[in-house]
């Protein structure tokens, strides 16, 4: 599939994943609406994009809210012309143990302000900005492409019962939507990452990375252009719809 002057959106666009699968779609001409919180932290990536040769718009919003993200996508579309692509990757970890004991003791629990912080972002986010995208894909009657960013942690994580269950979440909305949608022209998948060098992970001790990389049979964690080349994969094959690509360097099997 040719996505040259298509427009597509991207949520949590400024660094990470996000950035990385903006910078590939770009090299092939297409439009990009960009959105993150504050739009100022998306110069960088926009300017790669445009040097790549994509026509992009920047966007301020907060994918929890709901007018904000009915108020992104119309800006996006009136500035860059009829939506096929969103991909919806906007998130963050909050992790702890549900419950945690010490010699006996109670210690502490997962707050509630952890666990609904996740589930705003990670699942609501998600779901507003799928539901927004299909509206104007099936008002523009050009169907469209949506990939929603799931994690190896949809399996269940240790520590991260807030973002595994926001992770298992999306993945599943991906399949109800390729469903519901595919009448109107309009595929829809997911891609699961495990462990990605993204600027978070680039942070950790040393050690800690050792660690997580002993734990990838392939033994390296991936990169954030390789996740970008997934979601290409996405646009360009026409075939593929209401699927997971688990890109985990064979983690789990």
Known sequence: ????????????????????????????????????????????????CEAAGAEVTCVSADVTKEDDVINSYAQVVSDLGP?????????????????????GEFVKRMSLE???????????????CGREAAQHMIEGQSGGVIINISSIARHGNFGQTNYSAT????????????????????????????????EMVAGMPDHVKESLTKMVPTGRIGEPDEVANAAEFIFMNEYFSGRCIDLDGAQRL
Not at 36 to 46: G, V, Y
Request: net charge positive; glycine share 10%.
């Open 167 to 198: 992770k298992a979440g999306v993945q599943s909305m991906a399949v109800v939507w390729a469903k519901e949608l595919s009448k109107y022209g309009i595929r829809v998948n997911s891609i699961a990452p495990g462990f990605i060098n993204t």
């Open 114 to 128: 952890d666990w609904q912080a996740v589930i705003d972002l990670n699942l609501t986010g998600v779901f507003l």
């Open 1 to 48: 599939m040719n996505i040259e002057n298509k427009t597509i959106v991207i949520t949590g666009a400024a660094r990470g994943l996000g950035a990385a699968m903006a910078k590939r779609l770009a090299t092939h001409k297409c439009k990009l609406g960009l959105i993150d919180l504050d739009k100022d932290n998306i110069a960088d990536t926009a300017s790669a």
């Open 83 to 103: 939506l096929f692509g969103s991909i919806n990757n906007a998130g963050i970890t909050r992790d702890g143990l549900l419950v945690k004991f010490k010699d």
